[in-house]
């Protein structure tokens, strides 16, 4: 495909004028940087037309729209994505060879715009892409952080955070819209007021402090349709009216306030993923965007209908997780004190607008606001959720009259804190989970009591992933090879994959294949040999586990393992052993000691088993410093082994493990999240399963645990490989790893020992690792697993899932901008 938009001549011409005008340069003269950014507003030009005809287009048919409410939306680059949707890739990158560019070293110039931590913010980028694919109308909202994700640096094994200052050189792919500003209101005091007129008490929200919400749109190119949608996130201005000498001293020391509040507001995303930390600023962050964005798509729809009452019929807000589900109480607040309307009709119209997704089962990811903070940031909000909950406990206790449990359990406010999923699951009309194992845990487990009172709104949206970046711009060679053999229709239908199941046997098209792997895999090693100095064999398994650091994941068990094959390469030398590359790629949240200290240890073996000339480089261990979205294209496509290895229950879905069977590697893991889907498609002889199962590990939980002393004295290779944590053999510090030696081994005051079942689901880990090893020694057997894998990932797109989302969920009607 290619897009009349970038004729080479043209497209030239335009870089060419963009150096000259933006920095007064010839193309000669340019920095790599000042192209990059001439290229973004070349390839601006063509989408702010596309983005014309798409506004006029959903102003002419009316659609109803989706906003995605998210805290977080990881992008990732936009160039070379925008130029895949747009159909220009091949045409601009000729066109740029002609200049004497490379237009991946062009790509690498733009930052990783990080407003995201893991697999939520990135589900969400995959959505919105999907969402303009498919022709629906649709706004993600969220935040402008200043500094998105910290960049991730190792220094003598530890983890350090470096900011990341992604707006430095300002980002060509937004657009700042002040006059879509509004005002959003924190702190101060609710005054009740009768209006005799209409026979009601009003309540006015006075002494706050104000913050202007300014937003920035980024485009969403849909693939080879037209259709651009937008990604509108908020960012924070104080509201300066004041002039300094007419000011009193209480004035003053407010407009200061207000300058600090809307400086701090979006300076930084939080980086915990899957873990609720309570700060104040979290809360401002939420309901700061929140309230603009609502405001936002009540004024829109306000200027084509009169009647407020039919909302829901145009609008669709999806709560993406808890973080943005104060917009229950936010919606209520507008329909009631600025539409005037009375709290029946509000909830009427809010209940029937509003959804919600839960994608964690951790206890710690849940969040629960105390009321002393909730009420005196957001009175009247809170003033709502009180009144939501006063008649939600009544609606419980007509349910079930005396049970008392059932209200302890259920209520939203409770214990003195407000717990949000609960606010989002009383007031939403729909509940979903993100993977058919999660949904059904959720149903019989965490969410049990919800599902028996209201169970029509539960159900299951198992996620996916674009393929349109995570093959056709992460992939490139097996992308044409794909095309080559069944067509380009997969771009937009991944089904179609499954039409590579007839080369399954086929000799020549499995050498093909594998051909390709190994050319990604040399891709991979020179990035290695390139950002961390170590130089791998891309003959050897490329084994990789790269997601966000958290126990539950369980790299603390894949680097036990490792520790184990080298004791046993050690032991015997003599010993067949097929090379392997253990490959680690993950940030820890700042504040999360534990996850700082598996990076450590695994830098720390990596150190030891690298440089032990006595194994012959049969063992590598790389830590891939700054794991992100731009590297993660390039290691998905050159993986062997796909690790997905949390502890049963634990991981809801998972994302990477599609990336990783798209792009042909086939997963060892646990039945977990969307493991259990991933070997439904491709079948168990073609995946790598190990470990105790979800039911396994529930019913220990609620038992008490089990005792992993048990294994440690009778395992003697397992328990060697614990002693080796502080006995001397990774640092000389023997006290380095007590602390995780301890946390397998001895039960602490909240926390049982080997809280997530390490050392119980071990020996079938390192069998399960037996076999991918004897199964990669066949070649072509391995080749065919590899390609099955590919071919049975069809149903892991998120335009399914956003297809599942639309027919059950949004009912959204498809847009047509061009006649294709
Ligand atoms: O969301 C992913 C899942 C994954 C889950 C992740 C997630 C976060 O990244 C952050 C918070 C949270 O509650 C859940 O851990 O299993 O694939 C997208 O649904």
Redo the contacts with the bound molecule.
Sequence with gaps: MTNEMFKKEAFKKSVKDNVKFLYRKTIEEATQEQIFQAVSYTVKDVIIDNWLETQKAYDEQDPKIVYYMSMEFLMGRALGNNLINLCGYGEVKEALEELGFDLNCIEDQEPDPALG?????R?AACFLDSLATLNYAAYGCGIRYHYGMFKQQIKDGYQIEVPDNWLKNGYPFELRRPEYAKEVHFGGYVRAEYDAEKGATRFIHEGYQAVKAIPYDMPITGYDNDVVNTLRIWDAEPIVDFELDSFDKGDYKKAVEQENLARNIVEVLYPN??HYAGKELRLKQQYFFVSASLQEAIAKYKKKHDDIHKLYEKVTFQMN?THPTVAVAELMRILMDEEGLGWDEAWEITTKSVAYTN??IMSE?LEKWPIELFSRLLPRVYQIIEEINRRFIAEIQAKYPGNYEKIKKMAIIYDGQVKMAHLAIAAGYSVNG?ARLHTEILKNQELRDFYEMMPEKFNNKT?GITQRRFLLHANPLLADWITEHIGPDWITDLSQLKKLKVYADDEKALQEFMNIKFRNKERLAKYILEHNGVEVDPHSIFDVQVKRLHEYKRQLLNILHVIYLYNQIKMHPEMEFYPRTFIFGAKASAGYATAKKIIKLINSVADVVNNDASINGKIKVVFIENYRVSNAEIIFAAADVSEQISTASK?????GNMKFMLNGAPTLGTMD?ANVEIVEEVGAENAFIFGLSSDEVINYENNGGYDPNVIYNTDEEIRQVLMQLINGTFSSDTELFRDLYDSLLTNKNTDRADRYFILADFRSYADAQKRVEEAYKDEKGWAKKALLNTACSGKFTSDRTIQEYVDDIWHLDKVIVRKK
């Design positions: 931590n893991g697999g939520l913010g589900l993923d899957n997780d994608h964690t990811a993100v996620n991981e809801a879905s998972g994302t999240g």
